[in-house]
């Protein structure tokens, strides 16, 4: 009989601890969480925005800020502010340039992936910078291509490549010529 109980109670002690367990360790997981915020680690989403949504138009001094931040509400300040300071017309409850912004890595996404995604390319890169260009020139399987004058003349062979021009690039200058060459594709097939 004392043996019975003594494994009842046992029983019933193990029951309680089990139950209590998840709930204790979900509370240490929020109490952990909570400071992991508050000490400054990056939630997934924050990163996210620094290290692909804005990483071609966020200066270096507004990376460094945005790191030292402590906790979600001044990230979020921070955000806000980033984008208010881009914006053409602050009176407008719309931003255009945030606007524009993400169509741009949209398209980059949709129209020059290659194995990884269209953002992460070079003419995304460029694209999501400094918009559509003014004049294109695509040779999108490479082969024989006649140079013209101002490149020396006579024919070559080259691989897939493209060339952008732009009128001007503030910050850059007037005339920009940016040549994109895939050097990894086989003869004949286009763009990776």
């Not at 460029?126 to 918009?131: C, K």
Request: charged residues 30%; hydrophobic residues 30%.
């Amino acid at each position: 009989m004392r043996f019975s109980r003594f494994l009842l109670v046992l029983a019933t002690l193990g029951l309680v601890l089990s139950i209590s367990a998840p709930a204790s360790s979900s509370a240490a997981k929020k109490t952990s969480t909570k400071k992991s915020k508050q000490s400054g680690d990056l939630a997934d989403h924050y990163k996210q925005w620094l290290n692909e949504d804005v990483l071609y138009i966020i200066s270096d001094d507004e990376k460094g800020t945005f790191k030292a931040l402590q906790n979600d509400e001044e990230r979020e300040n921070f955000i806000e502010q980033f984008w208010a300071r881009r914006n053409p017309d602050p009176r407008s409850y719309d931003n255009s340039f945030k606007e524009e912004h993400y169509r741009r890595i949209a398209y980059a996404n949709e129209h020059f992936a290659s194995g990884v995604q269209g953002w992460r390319t070079d003419r995304g890169r460029i694209y999501i910078m400094f918009g559509k260009p003014d004049e294109l020139e695509s040779h999108p399987t490479g082969g024989s291509y006649i140079r013209p004058f101002n490149e020396g003349g006579g024919t070559t062979s080259t691989f897939p490549f493209e060339k952008w021009w732009y009128r001007h690039i503030d910050g850059v200058g007037d005339d920009i010529e940016i040549e994109f060459v895939d050097s990894q594709c086989r003869a004949n097939t286009g763009w990776r």
